[in-house]
C-alpha cells in the first residue's frame, strides 16, 4: 500500500484566481492520478500525471485549466486555473504502486469552494 | 465505453442488519474491481480488490462477489454498525484502461 498526503486540506478561493494543489507519496509509485469530484457526484478522472512528461488529459480537460506537474516518483501537483465557482470540488489524488499494480489508493482529498 | 451503476443510491438500515450494495458495469472484459468506501468530504478508502479471475475477497465483516459474466458484483456487509455509515463506490479497471467508477451507494445504519 501508499500513504498519501494532499495539501492543502480545503481552501476558499475567489473566481479568477488559482490554486495548486500537492500530492506527496511516502513511496515511490508507478502511476499518479488526479480527480475531481463535484457536489453529489463521483469521481472524474482528469489526468494521469506522467513523471518527467507531458501529463495525459481526459476528454473534457485541458492543460491549460489543469497543468499538471510530477518532477519525480513520489510528488505531483494539480493547478486549478481561472478558477470559476463551476470548479467547486474534492480534488483527490490516487496512485499505483509497483508491487500492486491496478489496484488504486487514494489521498485524503483537497475540498476547493470557488466564491 | 464502460458504464458502471449501482443499486440503491441510498439505504438506511438498523444497527445489526445484514446487507446487499450492487454494482453493474457493462463491459464484462474487466481486469479487477475494487470497492472503496468514503466518508463525508475525505477521500477514499480502499475496502476489497477482485481481481477478474476471482470469485469473492473478504475482509472482516465484509464480502464482495464478483460474476464476470453478468457484469455484477455484490458487497455483503455482515452485523451492520453505525461506523459503517458512508458512501460506497465500486470501480472498474479494463485492461489498458482506466478505472471507471461508479455513482456510490450512500449508507446510513441507525443505532
Known amino acids: 500500500s501508499a500513504v498519501i498526503s494532499q495539501k492543502p486540506s480545503r481552501d476558499i478561493c475567489q473566481r479568477g484566481t488559482s490554486l495548486t494543489i500537492q500530492c506527496q507519496v511516502d513511496s515511490q509509485v508507478t502511476m499518479m492520478f488526479w480527480y475531481r469530484q463535484q457536489p453529489g457526484q463521483s469521481l472524474t478522472l482528469i489526468a494521469t500525471a506522467n513523471q518527467g512528461s507531458e501529463a495525459t488529459y481526459e476528454s473534457g480537460f485541458v492543460i491549460d485549466k489543469f497543468p499538471i506537474s510530477r518532477p519525480n516518483l513520489t510528488f505531483s501537483t494539480l493547478t486549478v486555473s481561472n478558477m470559476s465557482p463551476e470548479d467547486s470540488s474534492i480534488y483527490l489524488c490516487s496512485v499505483e504502486t509497483r508491487d500492486t499494480p491496478y489496484e488504486q489508493y487514494f489521498g485524503p482529498g483537497t475540498r476547493l469552494t470557488v466564491t | 465505453k464502460q458504464e458502471v451503476t449501482q443499486i440503491p443510491a441510498a439505504l438506511s438500515v438498523p444497527e445489526g442488519e445484514n446487507l446487499v450494495l450492487n454494482c453493474s458495469f457493462t463491459d464484462s472484459a474487466i481486469y479487477n474491481l475494487q470497492w472503496f468506501r468514503q466518508d463525508p468530504g475525505k477521500g477514499l478508502t480502499s475496502l476489497l480488490l477482485?481481481?477478474?479471475?476471482?470469485r469473492e475477497q473478504t475482509s472482516g465483516r465484509l464480502n464482495a462477489s464478483l460474476d464476470k459474466s453478468s457484469g455484477r458484483s455484490t458487497l455483503y456487509i455482515a452485523a451492520s454498525q453505525p461506523g459503517d455509515s458512508a458512501t460506497y463506490l465500486c470501480a472498474v479497471n479494463n485492461y489498458g484502461q482506466n478505472f471507471v467508477f461508479g455513482p456510490g451507494t450512500r449508507l446510513s445504519v441507525l443505532p
Open positions: 477482485i481481481q477478474s479471475s476471482q
